[in-house]
């Protein structure tokens, strides 16, 4: 998977690494920034993905330039599945379209632009979610994915060590679900994986 990754990924992933870098030199407000994961963390989510079942909707919730789902459109190459990914903000979604289109992995990842709290419950079995969007929203959605991950399925949320004291809420839900197995990865600003357990 990452001896093989496709020339127009790479292409893509370098271009929004540098534009993510000059934006935190130049100061560029954090609303305003694509606000993207590490390459290591792209690393170990495309790895968690390929080990995650195949029955079942992979999806995404904020994909931002759809950096993210660069890495993740690896796993779903290789597994033969497609990656469902959300994001709010119009801008944002049409920047990940070009990301997608550039790239040439349109057919492995869907883009829906708009809230993915009206479309969650569209996917009864959710075999793989990557979680990295407003931290307050997380324990809502845990609780909106929770009951529909599929047992061995894997929700993985991001930020979880860098904004810990904004995430209570949520970590609390994840403590508390005997359903579930966790652990916090301190790869980028920490991942927290959790497996349904069966």
């Not at 909707?57 to 759809?66: K, N, P, Q, R, V």
């Not at 049409?94 to 550039?102: I, W, Y």
Request: hydrophobic share 40%; aromatic share 8%; proline share 5%.
């Amino acid at each position: 998977m990452f001896h093989q990754i496709p020339k127009p990924v790479l292409d893509r992933m370098h271009q929004l690494e540098e534009i993510d870098a000059l934006d935190r030199q130049d100061g560029t407000p954090r609303s305003q920034r694509l606000r993207q994961i590490t390459p290591e963390s792209g690393r170990v989510l495309a790895f968690l993905a390929a080990s995650a079942p195949t029955k079942g909707t992979w999806m995404e919730i904020g994909t931002s330039a759809g950096y993210s789902a660069l890495w993740l459109s690896l796993a779903a190459r290789m597994r033969g599945k497609t990656l469902v990914t959300f994001e709010l903000l119009p801008a944002k979604a049409a920047l990940a379209k070009e990301t997608f289109k550039a790239a040439k992995v349109s057919g492995l990842v869907e883009l829906k632009n708009g809230d993915a709290r009206g479309h969650i419950s569209d996917y009864a079995e959710i075999a793989f979610c990557f979680l990295d969007a407003e931290k307050e929203m997380y324990a809502e959605f845990y609780e909106r994915i929770g009951p529909n991950l599929i047992p061995d399925g894997l929700l993985v949320a991001d930020n979880v060590i860098n904004h810990r004291q904004n995430l209570e809420k949520f970590l609390s839900l994840v403590e508390e679900d005997e359903t579930i197995d966790h652990i916090t990865l301190p790869v980028g600003k920490g991942l927290l994986v959790c497996r349904k357990l069966t």
